[in-house]
């Protein structure tokens, strides 16, 4: 019988005959210990792993998640932002200054002529067909905007039952996210300190989760 190398690079075959059987079942999975949900790494470099069915997908639901982007003033020193754009997000920040969308009041949208409202409008606003009305930049001038979206990301599971996501510098990961009903603290979760590898559907494990069960 062909035998394995037990340990080259650091990793080993959950054994040999659980490799054997990855090699023939290609969705035998991988787990880190009991855990469905861990981490490798910690703070913004975390990776978020998941054990699941083999070519399937799980719905992670990270939350609102920052998206900056600019906008000009109009000639009375507005920003206007659409329902679609201001979405769900409970808050937005113009230029770092955050405000709060529910303590808004709900105003018309006046006109605007040689640089001032019909009627006066000396604080931001909302609609009532759901536009943000930002008031009191520059006309004319680039304002920073951020407005958090609503954010499910899509984790692959690989042939070997594992998948992952990681943050960016413009994505950083949540403090928390939630799966199904289940709502994970990423602090929280154990840190297997090393990946498990994916090679043509085999399997593999770092020597250390054999300490934790892990290979299951």
Same mark, same amino acid.
């Given at each position: *019988?062909?035998?394995?190398?037990?340990?080259?690079?650091?990793?080993?075959?959950?054994?040999? !005959?659980?490799?054997?059987?990855?090699?023939? /079942?290609?969705?035998?999975?991988?787990?880190?210990?009991?855990?469905?949900?861990? #981490?490798?790494?910690?703070?913004?470099?975390?990776?978020?792993? /998941?054990?699941?069915?083999? %070519?399937?997908?799980?719905?992670?639901?990270?939350?609102? =998640?920052?998206?900056?982007?600019?906008?000009?003033?109009?000639?009375?020193?507005?920003?206007?932002?659409?329902?679609?754009?201001?979405?769900?997000?409970?808050?937005?920040?113009? +230029?770092?200054?955050?405000?709060?969308?529910?303590?808004?009041?709900?105003?018309?949208?006046?006109?605007?002529? %040689?640089?001032?409202? &019909?009627?006066? #409008? %000396?604080?931001?606003?909302?609609?009532?067909?759901?536009?943000?009305? !930002?008031?009191? +930049?520059?006309?004319?001038?680039?304002?920073?905007?951020? =407005?958090?979206?609503?954010?499910?990301?899509? =984790?692959?599971?690989? &042939?070997?039952? /594992?998948?992952?996501?990681?943050?960016?510098?413009?994505?950083?990961?949540?403090?928390?996210?939630?799966?199904?009903?289940?709502?994970?603290?990423?602090?929280?979760?154990? +840190?297997? *300190?090393?990946?498990?590898?994916?090679?043509?559907?085999?399997?593999?494990?770092?020597?250390?989760?054999?300490? =934790?069960?892990?290979?299951?």
């Amino acid at each position: *019988m062909k035998k394995f190398q037990i340990a080259k690079f650091g990793l080993i075959a959950t054994a040999a !005959l659980s490799a054997i059987a990855s090699s023939i /079942f290609p969705a035998a999975a991988l787990k880190y210990g009991s855990a469905d949900v861990y #981490r490798v790494g910690s703070g913004s470099s975390s990776v978020i792993y /998941f054990h699941g069915t083999a %070519s399937s997908s799980i719905s992670a639901d990270i939350g609102y =998640v920052s998206k900056v982007s600019s906008k000009l003033a109009g000639a009375c020193g507005e920003i206007v932002l659409s329902s679609s754009t201001v979405g769900t997000s409970p808050t937005l920040k113009v +230029n770092s200054t955050t405000v709060t969308i529910a303590s808004l009041p709900t105003q018309l949208l006046p006109t605007c002529t %040689s640089g001032s409202f &019909a009627e006066a #409008r %000396s604080a931001n606003f909302k609609t009532p067909d759901g536009k943000v009305v !930002l008031v009191g +930049n520059t006309a004319g001038t680039s304002a920073t905007l951020d =407005v958090p979206k609503a954010t499910v990301k899509t =984790v692959k599971i690989n &042939a070997c039952g /594992f998948g992952s996501f990681k943050g960016s510098d413009s994505a950083p990961l949540p403090t928390t996210f939630k799966v199904g009903s289940t709502t994970y603290t990423v602090a929280s979760l154990p +840190n297997a *300190m090393d990946a498990p590898k994916c090679t043509s559907g085999v399997g593999y494990v770092p020597a250390s989760w054999l300490s =934790v069960g892990g290979g299951s």
